[in-house]
């Protein structure tokens, strides 16, 4: 059996829109020269504002989600700053890194992989440690799927003052986010991930607040391209780039905010119902989730069948059937599968195409199931 199309359903990178790719490919002007680049940075800015339901500012920085993050740490940390560090996975103890090599002092606040962190984790920490001004935390934990409840959090450490920065990377168009009305200062996503662009781009917005403590720094940070400051002093306030910027990228982000806000805010939904019909056929089937609540509406993680070699069954459906699936990372790896059904892979077709992709794999394995079918009941089951 062979499929026109590569299914990849790694959670990120993502397959992409056909329209998105003619996007980068055909966008061919000099972004220092020609006026039409700062409009199409300016709206797609405006883009990604709607779909973090933020007012704040939107900068598109040149380099995938790991530049957002460390930019943002880099700009807002200052040394021997204690910073709570909110980590159940491996995407949170990054955060805590950065915050070290930076200079500052990481607070971790640790929880069993398979639970979200909740308000009631951080009273005893704060209660311990006074005078904290900033917090790290990832929204959706892509390693393992599970979404950590910042609608809540974030408000609790306004009210405290202390200034939130989100890892957004994996959940901004594919999960609720609605930063400003969160309370989330720094929110931050990648081009790769559920808006379904090309890796290279990273994406963030600060509030008035985070600004603010990027200025009054007692020691200014001294680098330039991690810098924000950078940023408010070029663009932000002269519409001007400190550096020439990657347009057939920006374009290709453009239209991919274009297409999930045409569909705005029905395409959360989408994700939300996919997500539980793919949940349900995999517990169906006896399988076994990896978060225990939780569930993030992009990634799913579940448990790899007793038996059955990681390596040599996702090579064989990626050889035979085109499928791509993600391993997992860290002391995950080798224990769990994730399927990224996030941007334009939150298509029940391709879902379907997956996982009869994924039963036919499986029963060559000599393991049974009747993944695509489940699916499909579960859908008919939602719209009853
Ligand atoms: C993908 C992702 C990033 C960016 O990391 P890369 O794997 O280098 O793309 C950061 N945080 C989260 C939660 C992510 O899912």
Redesign the pocket.
């Given at each position: 059996m062979h499929y026109q199309e590569d299914l990849i359903f790694t959670?990120?990178?993502t397959a992409t829109d056909p329209r998105v790719q003619e996007a980068m490919a055909g966008c061919r002007l000099n972004p220092d020269f020609d006026s039409r680049f700062t409009e199409i940075y300016s709206e797609t800015a405006a883009k990604l504002g709607r779909i973090m339901g933020t007012q704040n500012p939107v900068l598109i920085l040149a380099g995938?989600?790991?530049l957002g993050?460390e930019a943002s740490i880099a700009s807002l940390v200052e040394p021997g700053e204690k910073v709570l560090c909110l980590a159940n996975?491996l995407?949170g103890k990054?955060l805590a890194d950065f915050v070290q090599s930076y200079g500052g002092k990481p607070i971790l606040v640790e929880k069993d992989w398979r639970k979200p962190i909740t308000v009631d984790d951080l009273d005893e920490i704060l209660g311990q440690n006074p005078g904290i001004n900033l917090a790290t935390m990832?929204?959706?934990?892509?390693?393992t799927g599970i979404l950590n409840p910042l609608e809540e959090i974030c408000p609790y450490l306004s009210e405290k003052g202390i200034i939130s920065i989100v890892?957004?990377?994996?959940?901004i168009g594919g999960d609720r986010v609605n930063a400003d009305q969160n309370k989330m200062d720094v929110i931050l996503g990648?081009s790769?991930?559920a808006l379904s662009a090309p890796?290279g781009l990273?994406f963030l917005s600060l509030s008035p607040r985070a600004w603010e403590k990027i200025e009054k720094r007692k020691e200014p940070f001294r680098g330039f391209y991690l810098n924000l400051k950078v940023w408010q002093d070029t663009w932000l306030k002269k519409g001007t780039f400190p550096y020439t910027q990657p347009a057939p990228d920006i374009a290709a982000l453009g239209v991919a905010c274009e297409i999930a806000l045409e569909n705005w805010p029905w395409v959360l939904e989408n994700h939300e119902q996919l997500a539980a019909a793919v949940r349900g056929s995999l517990l169906t089937n006896g399988l076994e989730l990896y978060p225990l609540s939780n569930f993030a509406s992009t990634v799913s993680a579940f448990f790899i069948p007793g038996g059955i070699s990681d390596n040599s069954f996702r090579q064989h459906l990626w050889e035979q059937y085109r499928v791509q699936i993600g391993g997992s990372l860290g002391p995950l790896d080798g224990l769990i599968w994730r399927l990224g059904h996030m941007g334009y892979n939150s298509d029940s077709g391709r879902i379907f195409r997956t996982l009869t992709a994924l039963d036919r794999a499986f029963s060559e394995f000599k393991f049974n199931t009747n993944l695509a079918v489940s699916f499909a009941q579960q859908l008919k089951e939602q719209n009853k």
């Open positions: 959670p990120g990178p995938e989600g790991m993050l996975g995407f990054g990832v929204h959706c934990e892509t390693p890892d957004a990377v994996a959940s990648g790769q991930k890796p990273s």
